[in-house]
């Protein structure tokens, strides 16, 4: 089968934006404006007081502070832009805004087209704002006019639908400052450890103007002193564009024994802070290695050349060992060499091996063109005295999102008096998370940076979704258990993991909308023991998740994890001590021997040629970086190929590699795999079962060979371009008249990524939302003609458009009649989602793949490419 480059689309046509056909999401029904007065009328009119009573209390233990109070107003439903309206208001300031859901009940529930009642649990939003004595004056005067229908000032009107939508309205608590964070399970385990003191992230609420952040801080600092605290020193950070001010702190740990609302801690109380959290950390697990491991011979391959277009942070590789070197750019400036041991340079040396040459049991392999830049944001735990072994963690002391923004920064800014150190860079790699916080509902910080960090330098993410490593237990007989098929048994095991679902959860930075989120699929290309046997294994399908990989949504219920790409084969052993009452409890085994993928380790004592198989969705998240840096050298290759005028701007490499990965993903058999267990569960309705599916496959696992190159059956065409609000750019892909007439199965993939600016003040949070025109005869719309019978076999077209990747794949075997030069009109829209997009400009990639049969002998690739280059030369 011949191998055909990728082609390019000739430059699209420019449009307006589709008008979408309005989807009916319910009806909202709310209390009566009688109901609600009954409701909040005494709640507002008491609220100064209680501003009264905190400032008192605050100033018992810090003079001069000015009395402020955060109010947490929570609406059903959703207000757009309520940010502006508290901008409006004398002495108000908007903090920010959360999702939420609430509760149905007899005042605020919501009903279908039939106005029959639903059961179901209600979008919501919270909104924090901070008010002082002359706020809440406001605030009861723009109550007043909601009373008595009066009018509101510009500008302010969206109080009036807030009145009419509030659920609850209350100051900020204790409770709210310690939610989702882990903080309480954190004291417990301090506290068992004996510890006199222990140290913590405290976020402040970001205030815009300087003078008031650092009266914050002084506040804070205050009542830590109060209570024999400290804020360790340089760990501030603030980082005006994400809205993110924190800092580490250092208190007793006794101050912690009442973390109720009713705590007499000043700390805990104060209006400032949004939360307290353990300190975000990135832990780099060490393998279990119960032996020496053998020596594994490199092959003779030529070192790379150029500037690094990848980046890896992660911890610092042993740059020496023989897969390795002459192949890194390491850029170490906090000098954390000095604190590793050579055989501590475990992680960092695994993900580079991975990208660098994927897993080494794969003899056709070829290491990467260009060097690998390294910056180490972990280094070995000093304060680790339970293992001989220290894990690899982000430094004591510092900030996780600090480090990853200088770290990011230096790359295209530099730093200081250095020059931008890896500025060519469009790929980094983040295999590695915070093994403590899930993700919930609202995005964490963390994502936020990465997100920002994308737009900003116009650079692709590759984040790893995180490992679930808890032991599976089943509800069948161990000998039962043993004596299933591989069938049953693969069956048995994803069914656990559909029900054991909301402990799985992704975890930050993996929900992170510009980022492309890796999971792991159950492969690899090393030699299964005979030991392992078939009773070891647990997932036989590679198209499947494996135990170890976590599960989606992401923020706004978009598709989380994108994709999934091997992991690695983990077996698992019965426990017998834990298998008893007719359950049997499964224990992984890690080894360090196979299965897994192969890849350079440092050894027990540091040895510059040893190897390891290991597993996880850090090493799925480095074969997609490294597939990522494969497609940078397709696109340069193109570029080669074509005239001047034509090539691409490396600007658009990012959005392209990132729709390039996607465009590769599919669910093979485990759509019916998954599907027929959904089946089975209640509570997911057969008209949201495939939304369902994408929680855990993503858009599925990636083939490489289908977005590497083309063959005469098979025709990817490339587009990229940038739009505004409100515009749109239609492609044209010519359709090869031979299929026209003929019963012939065909499929088409379509997929857009881009990268969308920010709003960080609303919830909405996504500037941009660019989406395609459905192609399925099933969602059509009278603006949309399309010339093939084809229907949508993945996600479902209205998930698929809620994060900053749409990949659609449709099929389809009937005869399509067609004329000689007709076309396919791919229509790229562009809307605004959060407010704030006015001229700025967003980035797309987009890739069409149109194909048949490899045994039907119809050369579509030459039908097209003809086409396109009349086209062309018709345009030049």
Known sequence: ???????????????????????????????????????????????????????????????????????????????????????????????AEFESEIDHDDLFYQTDEKEKKLEKRLPAQLFLVMTNQKALKELKKYWDKYQKDGEYKHGTTKFRDLFKQLKDIRPYSIEDRLRDTGFKDYIIEQKKYSNENVKFEVEVFFREDYRRRQQALQEIKALLI????????????????????????????????????????????CEQVIYLRPVGQIVADIPK?????????????????????VAILDGLPLANHSYLKGRLTIDDPDNYNADYQAEERIHGTMMSSLIIHGELDDLTNQPLRNPVYVRPIMKPDEQNTFTKSRREIVPRGKLPIDIIHRAVKRMFEGEGDTSPVAAKVKIINLSVCDPVRPFHINISTWAKLLDWLSYKYQVLFIVSAGNYSEDITLKIDEIKFKALSENEKQKLIVESIVKTNPFRKILTPSESINSLTTGSSAFDKSSLPAHIGREGLLIYDHSLLTPYSRIGFGYKKSIKPDILMPGGRLPYKINISKTKNGSTQLTPQISGHPPGHRVAYPGLSGQLNKTIHSHGTSNSTALTTRLGAQLYDLLVDINKEIREELRIDESYFAVLIKALIVHGAHWGNSKTILNDILKTIDQIKATVRRNHITSYLGYGVVNPERILYCTEQRITLLGYGEL?????????????????????????????????????????YRKSQLYFDSHSPSTLTKQIEIPLNLERTNVGYEISKKGTVQHDILEGEEADTFLENDVLKIKINCKEDAAGLKKEKTKYGLAVTLEVNENIQIPIYEEILQQIKQKIKIGS
């Open 1 to 95: 089968m011949a191998k055909k480059p990728l082609l390019i689309f000739p430059r699209p046509e420019k449009a307006d934006k589709t008008i979408g056909t309005p989807k009916f999401g319910g009806v909202l029904h709310f209390p009566s404006k009688e109901e609600q007065m009954k409701r909040f009328g005494s709640v507002i009119t008491e609220l100064d007081k209680v501003l009264s009573q905190k400032s008192l209390s605050l100033q018992q233990n810090i003079s001069g502070t000015v009395p402020e109070m955060v109010l947490v107003l929570e609406i059903a439903g959703t207000i757009n832009n309520f940010f502006n309206a508290v901008k409006k208001t004398a002495g108000m300031e908007f903090l």
């Open 724 to 764: 505004e609000k409100e515009n749109a750019h239609v492609y044209s892909l010519p359709l090869p008249y031979s299929l026209s007439k003929e019963k012939y199965w065909k499929r088409l993939t379509v997929t857009l990524a881009w990268i969308s600016p920010l709003n960080m003040t609303s919830n909405k």
């Open 226 to 269: 109060k209570n024999k605290g400290k804020i360790v020193q340089g760990s501030e950070t603030a980082i005006s564009e994400i809205r993110y001010h924190a800092f580490i702190a250092e208190a007793p740990i006794e101050i912690f024994d009442d973390l109720s609302n009713n705590s007499n801690v000043t700390f805990l109380q």
């Open 289 to 309: 290695i119960d032996k020496e491991l053998a020596d594994f011979k490199i092959k003779d391959v030529p070192l790379p050349k150029g500037e690094p277009v």
